[in-house]
């Protein structure tokens, strides 16, 4: 007893096989408009069996009351399934929306931990580059007062070599002196 053209029905329910698996929100989709149209299909069944019946009948068939009422029950239970899953999506969005806010949390600390680490070596740099500032400063002038002692020492050297040459000198002449005396 087939009062509607079978394009209607839906050819099959879809399942997670009939996708790549790369598309879990395709299959949810599908699902979805599955439910949708199955829901629209018993609502249709439930008005032809409807307006088959002539007016102001109030009993029909056994079988007739039977079909209409797992018609009615199926449409009941495809609109649960449509709320669940409204109610399953919104719940994935919020997880969603959870989990990128703490990643963003997770990456918003990582990145401040990595600029703290990249202060504190700078800020180790710059320490060390100071002291090698002042070591260099050091070793200059400790070179300046080599050389500033290096040239005091020489200068000693060539006034006690010239006073070691002016005392030859007196002696020669002491020493012809007394040779000139002893002749």
């Known amino acids: 007893?087939?009062?509607?053209?079978?394009s209607i029905?839906?050819?099959?329910?879809?399942?997670?096989?009939?996708?790549d698996g790369d598309s879990h929100d395709q299959w949810n989709n599908n699902s979805y408009e599955y439910f949708v149209k199955m829901n629209d299909t018993l609502s249709i069944i439930a008005e032809t069996i409807n307006h088959q019946l002539p007016l102001g009948q109030e009993t029909y068939s056994e079988e007739l009351k039977?079909?209409?009422q797992d018609v009615q029950q199926l449409s009941q239970q495809f609109l649960k399934l449509e709320a669940e899953s409204k109610k399953d999506e919104?719940?994935?969005e919020k997880e969603a929306i959870k989990y990128k806010e703490e990643m963003e949390r997770r990456y918003q600390e990582e990145l401040s931990d990595i600029n703290l680490h990249i202060k504190d070596a700078?800020?180790?740099?710059?320490v060390i580059q100071e002291s090698e500032e002042k070591a260099l400063g050091i070793m200059k002038e400790q070179l300046?007062?080599?050389?500033?002692?290096?040239?005091?020492?020489?200068k000693?050297?060539?006034?006690?070599?010239?006073v070691i040459q002016d005392q030859s000198e007196k002696q020669e002449k002491f020493i012809e002196l007394l040779t000139t005396l002893l002749l």
């Open 1 to 6: 007893m087939n009062f509607l053209p079978n």
């Open 9 to 19: 029905f839906p050819s099959s329910t879809p399942s997670y096989s009939d996708f």
């Open 66 to 68: 039977a079909i209409h």
């Open 90 to 92: 919104k719940e994935t």
């Open 122 to 126: 700078l800020h180790d740099i710059s």
């Open 144 to 154: 300046h007062t080599l050389i500033d002692l290096t040239m005091e020492n020489g």
């Open 156 to 162: 000693k050297q060539e006034q006690w070599i010239q």
